[in-house]
């Protein structure tokens, strides 16, 4: 097993520490570190971005060639880690002598630790792992205390237990999956590409709170029955679905991919997008539309049946539910000299 040891939790020196160790090149993007690795111990690439209020997250989407003991030293400080699985496992302990916890793939880990206390990430080689991990400084500017996110998230799950170690380990939330997905798609640089991560990663710590609200009061414990297979499996029609809504996807057909039973499928689709499997093919057909009008040459009705449709009047009704207004319509505003479908 290799160890790498990172002293601290300020990005630019945490990357100097895994460039370092790991290998590769690093590269900058106004405050967005990128360091890219293809050599015999390591294959992947990791992301970091630091925003105002002390806030960060760190970005591992990796292969190892051999087990890694990621070692996290808090000597100065005490930060507030919270530990997103998106693909593989990873497992955490607070020193080499204790046991470790294992993390799943759609599990978050919150952990805060005493004073001089490590945290300990482990990855199994051979395997992609995919996590994220966001770091909640302690140290707030004394104007934003009051009012800032660090402060309200630190308040939620550390407050009044600084002087001992904290370690939870939520239910799985796919939502947090699909939310912490955006920040790898965003294709705007600079500020305005800072901009939009900082507000995806609000919304993720909003949620991350929201999902210890509910796990407090047991209620997703009791409502969410799915195994982790079963979600990944949805996972998967999910995004099979979103790739190419136009295809003639069914409750049959894709039970019979998935291996799930109607109800499972239903259940795993209502806890991913708030939507019954078909209202979400039908929603991702809306939005292929939408982008075909403002892309593509072809008329209204070339883009009802190419996007899987068989109704002009039924697309044009769900069309004018979701933009307001008439496919028809939508193209004349973009383009007023368009030709009438």
Known sequence: MKTVTI????IQNLFEDLNTNIGGTVT??????????????AKGIITAVSFSDNISYVQFDMI???????????EESQPLYLAYCSK?????????????KK?????????????????????????????????????????NQGYSLNSQVRKTF????????FFYLSSYNLKIDRKIDQLSVITETGIAKNIMKEGILRIILAMEIQQYSDDQKALSHDTN????????EIKELSQAIEANPEEAFSIKSLCKQAGLSPNKLQE????????????????????????????????????????????????????????NCSPKDYKYNLNPLAITA
């Open 7 to 10: 002293h601290t939790e300020k």
């Open 28 to 41: 900058f993007d106004l405050d967005e570190h990128i360091l890219e690795v293809e050599n015999d111990f």
């Open 64 to 74: 190892f060639s051999e087990d890694l003991c990621l070692n996290i030293s808090n």
């Open 88 to 100: 593989g496992s990873l497992s955490h302990s607070f020193d080499l002598s204790t046991d470790s």
């Open 103 to 143: 993390i799943n793939a759609f599990q978050t880990a919150i952990v805060n630790t005493k004073q001089n206390q490590n945290n300990i990430l482990f990855f199994q080689k051979d395997i992609r792992t995919k996590c994220t991990l966001i770091i909640i400084g302690n140290e707030i500017a004394e104007v």
């Open 158 to 165: 550390v407050e009044g237990n600084t002087a001992s170690n």
């Open 225 to 232: 029955c799915l195994t982790l297979k079963e979600l990944e």
């Open 268 to 323: 795993g689709f209502k806890l991913i997008h708030n939507r019954t499997v078909n209202d979400h093919i039908t929603h991702m057909r809306v939005l292929k539309a939408e982008i075909l009008i403002r892309t593509s040459d072809l008329n209204i009705s070339e883009i009802v049946y190419c996007i899987g449709f068989t109704s002009r009047s039924y697309f044009s009704k769900i069309f004018k539910q979701k933009f």
